[in-house]
């Protein structure tokens, strides 16, 4: 009997049957945390998230909690509440994929309408489309109410000013103005491009 074999009887999970889905969720949740060859260890492992030691060292602990404190997973993950904090009684959550891919660590979160919120779930919620959402809110540094509400530029329209080209979203980035003056003062007022560029932001 190989020792993996042993393991799973151990745990008297396994034996002789389907691994069930929390068993794998258990089994996943050490990998990431505790296997350095692992390729998710760098995002969980490796920058301090860990397990309850008593479930690490116990499924049986771990199912019985679980149960306890959130019941079935069903088709559901089992995410954290705080994504910088390990898998914890009190920080652990049953979460629907869509939720769970919006609250990783790498995703963007704002404040919007009193609440602070991941780009996915403001897109959802404004019909903006999401990729669009994530180039204003962290290419070109748009606020929140600036990304929502402003419309597309005509097509992909550049500006030539000083004898370089870029759209306009470039050219807020490198003038250090807001795309919502630039946009309004060359669609709305009909300025000029040097006279948009150039006049003082009030």
């Known amino acids: 009997m190989t ?19 929390l068993y794998q969720i ?8 505790f296997n350095k060859k692992n390729k998710k260890y760098p995002d969980y492992g490796g920058r301090g998230i860990d397990m309850d ?11 019985a909690d679980i149960d306890r404190l959130l019941g079935s997973c069903k088709d559901r993950s089992l995410g954290r509440k705080d994504v910088n904090k390990g898998y914890w009684p009190g920080n652990v959550v049953w979460e629907e994929p869509k939720v769970l891919n919006r609250n990783t660590r790498k ?14 779930e403001v897109s959802e919620m404004t019909g903006v489309d999401h ?3 994530q180039d204003r809110l962290v290419d070109q540094k748009m606020t929140i109410e600036e990304a929502v509400t402003l419309p597309l530029e005509p097509g992909i329209e550049f500006y030539t000013y000083k004898g370089k080209t870029h759209k306009l979203s470039g050219w807020a980035e490198i003038l250090k ?7 309004d003062r060359i669609h709305k007022m009909k ?7 150039e006049r003082p932001v009030n």
């Open 3 to 21: 020792r993996k074999r042993q393991e799973l009887e151990y745990h008297g999970a396994t034996a002789g049957r389907k691994q069930p889905k």
């Open 26 to 33: 258990w089994a996943q949740i050490k990998q990431r945390c």
């Open 53 to 63: 030691p008593r479930w690490k060292e116990s499924f049986a602990t771990f199912q």
């Open 107 to 120: 995703n963007h979160f704002v404040m919007w309408k009193g609440k602070k919120r991941s780009i996915g």
């Open 131 to 133: 990729r669009r959402l």
């Open 177 to 183: 103005k807001p795309y919502s003056v630039l946009y």
């Open 191 to 197: 300025w000029s491009v040097e006279d948009a560029f």
